[in-house]
């Protein structure tokens, strides 16, 4: 079965410093989508940064990037210079092409907290 | 652009009565949808999903049901709430193998 795994339920970072959330996922396929999400107190979940499997390149948006590594199966995210509004759950999730119609597989989240 | 909207925003409800929960997606055509429950302090749990019109597949067997009458509907059913369907429901679409864009949720609390 296909599996999402965060480690640190919690993080703290001061502001404008660099954080680093970790995730690691098990799947079959060859083919897959990497992704963080972030949902901040106001619950609505939304989407920091996508990453395709055969893309050798790690993806990067604004501050944020992740660094992919396929054989380990891992997909941590970088946030640079941490703000205030950074404050939130992050989940990172994994979608299979195939199987399931596009379903997301999300690990438990990591909670971040930014200091001012 | 697309948008997708939820109602409602919060619910409160006693253990036994009936539930509806509705989402709605703009500016796009045969979407995938999703309904999501969210325990506090956990993750996300994918309940259904549908890849078109009366076409749903549940991922978690419970007394909860879902119908897409419409393109662009989704409904969360329950003829009966018990207290362990509390939880923040959230509604997704996407287009099929790509990323899922998150409605803002609906809190219900059973009583």
């Known amino acids: 079965a296909q599996t999402v795994t965060q480690s640190q339920p919690e993080m703290s970072v001061q502001e404008a410093e660099t954080v680093t959330l970790s995730c690691t996922y098990d799947t079959s396929e060859s083919d897959y989508y990497l992704f963080w999400y972030k949902q901040p107190p106001s619950r609505q979940m939304i989407l920091v940064i996508r990453?395709?499997?055969?893309?050798?390149q790690n993806a990067t948006e604004n501050r944020f990037s992740v660094n992919f590594q396929k054989a380990a199966k891992s997909f941590s995210l970088k946030i640079s210079d941490s703000q205030l509004g950074d404050a939130a759950m992050y989940f990172c999730a994994c979608l299979n092409y195939g199987g399931s119609q596009g379903n997301l597989i999300f690990g438990k989240g990591t909670k971040l907290s930014v200091k001012p | 652009s697309q948008t997708i909207h939820q109602w409602p925003a919060t619910l409160v409800q006693p253990v036994g009565s009936p539930l509806s929960l509705e989402c709605t997606v703009e500016?796009?055509?045969?979407?995938?949808l999703y309904w999501y429950r969210q325990a506090a302090g956990r993750g996300l749990q994918l309940l259904f999903y549908?890849?078109?019109?009366?076409?749903i597949s549940s991922e978690v067997p419970q007394n909860l049901s879902a119908s897409r009458p419409q393109d662009r509907q989704f409904i969360l059913s329950s003829k009966k709430l018990l207290l362990s369907d509390s939880g923040f429901y959230l509604c997704?679409?996407?287009?099929?193998?790509?990323?899922?864009?998150f409605g803002p949720g609906t809190r219900l609390t059973v009583l």
């Open positions: 997704a679409w996407s287009t099929a193998y790509n990323e899922q864009f």
């Open positions: 500016g796009t055509s045969n979407p995938n």
């Open positions: 990453q395709e499997a055969y893309k050798q």
């Open positions: 549908s890849v078109g019109i009366g076409q």
